[in-house]
């Protein structure tokens, strides 16, 4: 099956710095992306929509201006979170659907763990 | 809003044993329901998926079908291996969602020799 991957699988980084996650699908193109948000023992939420060559659309109550997506090209979207702070800290995943597949199946990427110190 | 409700876990198992993870949504409209599978250190992949009502998804002897009237679509399988210990949510994708996906909290199953 197609695959996602994201870059990097763990990354620790000061409060107040930026931090960049990339996701790419390695063997199709995907013109929407997912980014999800996945707190210990709870379910996955919906951050964001990426849309390849157009501004992405949050979810309510997700700020924005903290979390910077860029889907510059139709195998790349990449999330900053700017200026985090130790509440940022969590585990984030992004999908991508099969464009050839009607009901939604995605394929996702196995997740980045940032911790804020 | 939609909504998923699973099974809290983790769920511990012999190898051998039924498994029945409960899963129950609200959604407005006709959703998708899928079931997807977390191994250690992997990203989610899809397990079975079931489009309409009275559908039934099946894959590595996992079977869950979508029952409109009680609003589940309960995982089954008769006899678990060790190599199925991982964590499983269940999901919907409401119709005209554009592909969002709405999760349950996830299910740790854990199976042993």
């Known amino acids: 099956g197609a695959v996602v991957s994201q870059h990097p699988s763990w990354v620790i980084c000061k409060s107040g710095t930026s931090v960049k996650i990339e996701c790419r699908s390695l063997?199709?193109?995907?013109?929407?992306m997912f980014w999800y948000r996945q707190f210990p023992k709870q379910s996955l939420m919906l951050m964001a929509t990426?849309?390849?060559?157009?501004?992405?659309?949050?979810e309510q109550g997700v700020e924005k201006d903290k979390f910077l997506i860029n889907h510059a090209s139709l195998t790349l979207s990449t999330l900053t979170v700017t200026s985090a702070h130790p509440e940022d800290s969590s585990f984030y995943i992004c999908?991508?659907?099969?464009?050839?597949?009607?009901?939604?199946?995605?394929?996702f990427g196995p997740g980045t763990r940032l911790t804020v110190t | 809003g939609n909504s998923v409700t699973q099974m809290e876990g983790p769920v511990t198992l012999s190898e051998e044993a039924f498994l029945t993870i409960n899963c129950t949504y609200t959604?407005?409209?006709?959703?998708?329901l899928f079931w997807y599978v977390q191994y250690p250190g992997e990203g989610l992949q899809l397990l079975l998926k079931?489009?309409?009502?009275?559908d039934k998804g099946s894959n590595k002897g996992f079977e869950a079908t979508y029952r409109k009237e009680t609003t589940s679509f309960h995982l089954e399988k008769g006899s678990v291996q060790v190599s199925d210990s991982a964590v499983y949510f269940c999901?919907?994708?409401?119709?005209?969602?554009?592909?969002?996906?709405?999760f349950g909290t996830g299910t740790q199953l854990k199976v042993e020799l």
């Open positions: 999908s991508a659907p099969d464009p050839g597949q009607p009901f939604a199946e995605q394929y």
């Open positions: 063997d199709f193109q995907a013109t929407t």
């Open positions: 990426s849309n390849e060559g157009s501004k992405a659309t949050y």
């Open positions: 959604a407005t409209g006709y959703p998708s």
């Open positions: 079931a489009t309409k009502a009275d």
């Open positions: 999901a919907l994708s409401s119709t005209g969602g554009g592909n969002k996906l709405t």
